[in-house]
């Protein structure tokens, strides 16, 4: 029984190590990547549920690993606030969308905001509005191009520091959403102290849609809520016609989810530039 015992701990024991090792050889590899760009931008338009019309797009990146083929942010983005890499691959990020708006500028015809994905660690440390403005300035870019996203619980810092990017961001022209709304623990009061444009409402929420009065009883009092603050709301995770027909007759300004469209490359995103009519 001691044989087994021994020979259980040292499978456990072995696995451990194992585990430590793909994860460096992960944070190694990724570290790789941010200094040679593996990365591509895929944009998810979002529509004006009024018209119809595109309102503009959100940036998502992808791992385009030279192997493994695009790798989903939701398996290193992660490791990357963990490790502190989220710092060079957030400016890779922002520079690679002012970048592309600067290409569809060149192009002519009318180009569409792009929201940016913002951790709380970038946001804490000040560089956002530092290295945006930089990339606007270097790129010829307009700041009413771009728009930023931040969760609730990355707006709930140290609020003298968060209030302080915001104000800065708001300086620049830029406009703040509040990503996953309803997944966190943000106040009204705090809503409307740090003076933010839009509210996404979590997917999750849009998913309850159709399915009984609760779903959208929430949507109404956030939809209320976010008017009575001057605020936009923005319905994610739209995925069928019926979630649509409800959130128009909810007043919702915008949606953006699989009924219209998955995230694109940045080709076939333009492409959209020129449709008409959406749905
Ligand atoms: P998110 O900001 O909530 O982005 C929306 C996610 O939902 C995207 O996943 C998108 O592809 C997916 N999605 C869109 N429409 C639908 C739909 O109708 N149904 C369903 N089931 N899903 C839908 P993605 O691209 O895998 O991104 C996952 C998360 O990774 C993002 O969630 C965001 O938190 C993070 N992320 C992505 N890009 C960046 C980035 O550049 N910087 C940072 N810091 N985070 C990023
Ligand atoms: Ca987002
Ligand atoms: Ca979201
Ligand atoms: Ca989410």
Redesign the pocket.
């Known amino acids: 029984a001691k044989e087994e015992k021994k020979g259980t701990y040292r499978f456990y024991s072995s696995q451990y190590y194992e585990k430590i090792r793909s994860r460096l050889r992960l944070e190694q590899a990724l570290a790789l990547a941010i200094r040679n760009d593996e990365f591509v931008?895929?944009y998810?338009p979002r529509i004006a549920t009024r018209t119809n019309k595109l309102a503009g797009m959100?940036?998502?990146?992808?791992w385009a690993h030279p192997e493994q083929g695009f790798i989903?942010?939701?398996e290193f983005?992660p490791l990357?606030?963990r490790t502190g890499l989220?710092l060079p691959?957030?400016d890779l990020?922002i520079s690679k969308v002012c970048a592309q708006l600067a290409l569809w500028q060149r192009e002519g015809g009318t180009v569409f905001p792009v929201s940016?994905?913002?951790?709380a660690r970038?946001f804490s440390e000040g560089r956002v509005s530092s290295h945006l403005a930089s990339c606007l300035a270097r790129y010829q870019v307009s700041s009413h191009l771009i728009e930023v996203?931040l969760?609730e619980s990355a707006m709930m810092g140290d609020l003298k520091t968060v209030q302080r990017e915001i104000d800065a961001l708001n300086q620049l022209g830029v406009k703040i959403h509040v990503?996953?709304f309803g997944t966190g623990y943000s106040s009204l009061s705090l809503l409307n102290q740090l003076k933010l444009d839009v509210l996404?409402i979590?997917?999750a929420f849009t998913a309850q849609l159709g399915s009984g009065r609760e779903g959208e009883i929430f949507f109404r009092a956030i939809v209320s809520m976010a008017k009575a603050l001057g605020m936009q709301v923005v319905a994610?995770?739209?995925?069928t016609k019926e979630q649509l027909a409800l959130l128009q007759t909810l007043d919702c300004d915008e949606i953006?989810?699989?009924?219209i469209s998955?995230?694109l490359q940045a080709e076939r995103m333009s492409a959209l530039f020129r449709q008409d009519i959406f749905v």
């Open positions: 931008m895929h998810q959100e940036a998502l990146v992808r989903p942010p939701n983005i990357a606030e989220i691959l957030g990020v940016i994905n913002v951790s970038q996203e969760t990503d996953d996404k979590d997917r994610e995770g739209v995925e953006q989810g699989y009924l998955a995230p």
